[in-house]
Structure formats: structure tokens, C-alpha cells
């Protein structure tokens, strides 16, 4: 209930256009401390924060040395002015530079920032200025807007690490990138994402929304991940198989409309079956392009959703095994299909 409960929260969010989810600094540092070395000599972009209030500004400023970074930019959406925070900034959007400097003003006050001419959303002319100057974006980007903040990132090629919902995996411009190895789940996924800091007018939805120390009122929807296509350790990682289909073909039933098995948990894909496999989309985030291949999602041969039986299981990737693959067309391994 708790969990139906938070989903509808970010639904009611994403169908009013209103984003207002702000990322914990808890968050912040649980996920970057992992592209530490990626950081040297760049220069980031948080397009979607009020420096004065955004702690993805605050995790750069505080770190901005050890990280080694050229200069730090966040850029703020003017309706960013309303009910959250309360904080007054005029009609225009505004952004604010930190370069390390001695002396420099880490969390700025009004005098400090710039205006833009315009409203500062992420589209204008005026922050896409601002991102061809940038090398890396970090921010928590609006959730009804996630598919069009990916592709602009994509149009000027910039390295990128954002949260979005679990089910923007599944828009197909997102899966394509990640079917194309061009962009892939960070290490943090679901309850790894503690929760969101909301304005006053959202409903503390569920057992696991509260009130922190400092007064915050958080909510915790378990159903978000960051999308990044700067290397990281777990996608190196091989998916340890334990199982075998071979004897067991009961546990694998095939798809009605696609030559492939269905495997209803990542665990519990087979260690010998080089064919087609539908696995559930979080095996997303255990995915080794090394290990396996993409082949397409959801669909079948004739293009309708993947069933067994006449009935259709919760959506499904369609995988294979490279390795096995590979020894298969050696004549090493039998062909599963046969």
C-alpha cells in the first residue's frame, strides 16, 4: 500500500507538470562517490538547481577541490520560486558560476547570481549556452520531461548523471541507448534512492514518508534510479549463474510468439542456455555487455507483447548470452533451440 501509495505521488506529479522533488545530499554522495576520477578537469553542470538551495551544488562546491574540477554551474527554472522553499528570485531563471576560488562564495545569496534574460528552463537558448560549456551534467532533471532532458544531452554529447523513474528505462528512446550501449543504470536503484524532499502542499503518502531533523518533509517512492553513461564499476561485473535450463525446462516456459524462454528473475537465468531469454527489466541493472546482449523489449515476432499460454507476464528484455553465443557457433555448446 505504502509503495501504490508513493507511485501516485510522482503520477499526480508527472500529470501536473509539477517536479518538485529534491534530491538528499545522502543520495548525492551515496552515487558519486563512485566517479570520483571522472571529475578532473571538467567542468559540471547542474541545469535543473538554485545554487542557494540545491545540494547537488552543495556536493560540488564542498568537494570542488578534491575533485579536481574546473568550475562548477547550476541553473535554476524561474517557477523554482514557488512554494518550495520560498524562495523569491523575480520573473527570470538564474544560474550561478563557482570556480574555487579563494575567497569565492561557496552557497550565494541573491546579490551573487546572474539573470537570465528568460526563464531559465533547460531548453532555452540561454542554458543550452551554458551546457555546450559544460562537460558533465549532475541533477535530478523533471520527471515528465526525462525523455526530452536525455536527448538534448545526447544532441550535444555530454557525459551525464541523472535520476529518473524505473519506467523511463522502458521509453524506448531511453531502452534504445542502453540497448546500444551509449547509456546504462548507475549503482543506486529502488530503495538505494533513501527519498525525495517535497514542499509543504504534497501529502506525506505511505509508512516510509516522514519529517527528517532539519524539518524536510521526505518521501521515499523506492521506484527511481540514475541513468549515466560515465563508466562504473558494476556494469563490468558478471551476473553469477547458478541455474541450468537443461532438466529443468518446466521452470523456463517458451513465449508463444517469440523462439525464447521466459526467466521471471534475473537469478534465475540459466547458466547453459544459449538461446533467447525474456528477463524482468531490472536486470538492467546488473547488466554486463560483456556477458550479455540486448536483443529488443517486450515485443514479440509478430510486434504484440510477449505471452505464454495466451497470457502476457510483466514486461519482459529479450537477452542472450554472448558467451555461450560464441561457443555455440564454435560447436562447443549444443544449440538450445534444437
Known sequence: ??????????????????????????????????????????????????????????????????????????????????????????????????????????????????????????????????????????????????????????????????????????????????????????????????????????ELYGTEARIDSSGNRIVSPNNCLWLTNIDNFKRHEDIELTKKYFGNEAEYPKYDNYDGINVDKTEYIPLDYDGYMGVPITFLHKFNPDQFEIIKFRKGSDDKDLSIGGKCPYFRILIRNKRLQNKSLNGSVNNSRQ
Not at 100 to 123: A, L
Not at 165 to 180: C, D, G, S, V
Open 1 to 202: 500500500m505504502a509503495r501504490n501509495a508513493t507511485n501516485k505521488l510522482l503520477q499526480k506529479a508527472k500529470k501536473s507538470k509539477s517536479d518538485e522533488f529534491y534530491t538528499q545530499l545522502c543520495d548525492i554522495e551515496s552515487e558519486l562517490q563512485y566517479y570520483k576520477n571522472h571529475f578532473k578537469d571538467k567542468v559540471v553542470f547542474c541545469n535543473c538547481d538554485d545554487a542557494r538551495i540545491s545540494n547537488f551544488f552543495k556536493y560540488f562546491s564542498s568537494n570542488f577541490k578534491e575533485l579536481g574540477l574546473k568550475k562548477l554551474i547550476a541553473a535554476c527554472y524561474q517557477e523554482q520560486k514557488k512554494e518550495l522553499f520560498n524562495t523569491e528570485n523575480g520573473e527570470n531563471g538564474f544560474f550561478y558560476e563557482y570556480t574555487g576560488t579563494e575567497g569565492e562564495i561557496k552557497h550565494p545569496g541573491s546579490t551573487d547570481i546572474v539573470y537570465f534574460n528568460g526563464d531559465g528552463d533547460f531548453r532555452s537558448p540561454e542554458s543550452v549556452e551554458l551546457l555546450k560549456q559544460s562537460d558533465i551534467v549532475v541533477t535530478n532533471p523533471p520527471f515528465s520531461l526525462f525523455r526530452e532532458f536525455v536527448g538534448q544531452l545526447v544532441k550535444y554529447d555530454k557525459k551525464y548523471l541523472i535520476i529518473g523513474n524505473i519506467n523511463a528505462i522502458t521509453y524506448k528512446e531511453i531502452f534504445k541507448l542502453i540497448k546500444e550501449n551509449k547509456a546504462w543504470l548507475g549503482i543506486n536503484l529502488g530503495r538505494g534512492v533513501s527519498g525525495f524532499i517535497v514542499p509543504e502542499h504534497y
